[in-house]
């Protein structure tokens, strides 16, 4: 076999059983939020839960009672109706009037310079009064002790941030195929054991669930630094660390799950918008983050069936490497079963054809389309943080 095929497949190799390796034992590190009682009743600190709705009427009437259900005593939630086209607000206010720690506010109009998730966050962020606030997403599905334990791990280990690795509701296998990479890319590129770490350069958000101290959220500026952010979530818990807050990542253990998109159609869609904005829109991330997936994830998996000797060998370590990572995460997080690891290099080609596929929509439009908003690619790269 050519030298050059050896050379890709021991990279390939190194990188999947000893980087993925030593990935899988730091995630040991990243603390379970069912390891933590609910916070004492009698020392409750106000929370203010906010979200953003858009056309959410088919999944709000199972996610709102769930976040309602929520066994801490001082909470409120303040939900926008960031102007849907169905009966989401209707459906908020129908709630509304049902419970009382419910506040509905509508978006009729979205002002210059603003994308419009971001521009209803800020909007209940201004109308809340908590110490706390949490950020979450419309179509979230919370257990009954979520926020309480939440609170007790951020005051344990003294923390102005907690966001939660939540678990994913995945159906079939193209689902779990492409979300599960999804997934372990994300924690193989960011690391979140290493979010806890002032010195380190790694920080996260994740929109079902960010916990954040109103003091530190208001002095780091908040949602209006994040105007024109696509990945405000992330962004968010950038502007925290950079700002010298204590910031840090844990697993929902089933207290916060998600439904992220309905078939593999829409996961195309959503990432065709989100993937090239997470790379700050620079092609070399794009092509670069195409080219990695080729070679540590799927080029091994068609060696196998082509190679041989020593070439065989690292095809076969760097296989059984990437697929015993992809069940970990699995299991670790999402409570899956391990047998969809097998799917890694079916989800790894689809990752990198949207990869590719997300920088040339963006670029061919000239921006991308939100919330049916057109959002031109050079105020994104303006308003990037």
Known sequence: MHPFLSILLGIAAVFWVVY??????????????????????????????????????AG??????????ETHPRFEVIAVDD??????????????????????????????????????????????????LLFTDADVRFGPEAISRALRLARERNLDHLTLLASLE??????????????????????????????????????????VRRSAYEVAGGHRRLAMEVVDDMKLGKIMKSGGFRS??????????????????????GLTKNMFAGMSFRIWKAVGT???????????FL??????????????????GAVLCSAAVLVGIGGESPLYGLAHPFGAGLFAWIAVRSMVVTLWRGGIVWRDTFYPLDELRRGAV
């Open 290 to 300: 195409f080219v990695a997936a080729l070679l540590l994830s799927v080029l091994p």
């Open 20 to 57: 993925g390796g030593h990935c899988l034992i730091q995630m040991q590190r990243i603390p379970r939020l069912a390891s933590f009682p609910p916070d004492p009743a009698d020392s409750a600190t106000p929370v203010s839960v906010l979200m953003a709705a858009r056309d959410e009427a």
């Open 170 to 211: 995945m159906r079939g296998f193209w689902e779990h195929a492409t979300l599960n990479y999804i997934a372990l890319a994300f924690l193989l590129g960011i690391r979140p054991w290493r979010v806890d770490k002032q010195s380190a350069g790694s920080y996260m958000g994740i929109g079902a669930f960010q916990l």
């Open 83 to 132: 102007r849907s086209r169905d009966s989401t607000g209707s459906i908020l206010d129908d709630f509304a009037r049902r419970d009382r720690r419910l506040r509905v506010l509508h978006i009729r109009e979205l002002p210059a310079g603003w994308l419009g998730k971001v521009y209803a966050l800020q909007t209940a962020y201004e109308q809340s009064h908590g110490e706390w």
């Open 303 to 320: 060696a196998l069936a082509f190679t041989r000797g020593a070439a065989l060998d690292l095809a076969i370590a760097a296989s059984a």
């Open 248 to 269: 840090a990542v844990a697993i929902a253990d089933g207290y916060v799950r998600i439904r992220w998109q309905d078939g593999l159609g829409n996961i195309v869609r």
């Open 60 to 69: 709000l009437p199972q996610a709102l009672p769930t976040l309602l259900a």
